[in-house]
């Protein structure tokens, strides 16, 4: 399953996201929403919200998250490294 994050630069709960996934061996796509004004415009559709991180996992959404929130969403969806 593609795992999606979609954040900002300068979002520290971003980079906290960011961190989690790669210390446990996560593979996921990062897309950078104050980048790519359609990815922002995705992110939206997706979540119903326009706050990072978001992160998507094939039909499964976490919008605007701790890493503990983090945790909890990729056990719950069995999303495993």
């Known amino acids: 399953m593609e795992l999606k994050l979609y954040s900002r630069e300068w979002c520290s709960w971003c980079i906290d996201a960011k961190d989690y996934l790669n210390e446990r061996g996560y593979s996921f796509t990062e897309i950078d929403v104050g980048e790519d004004r359609q990815a922002y415009e995705e992110m939206k559709q997706l979540s119903a919200q326009s706050y990072v991180p978001t992160f998507v996992a094939g039909d499964k959404v ?3 998250f701790d890493t503990d929130q983090l945790e909890r969403f ?6 495993n490294p």
């Open 62 to 64: 976490l919008a605007n």
């Open 74 to 79: 990729l056990r719950k969806h069995e999303i």
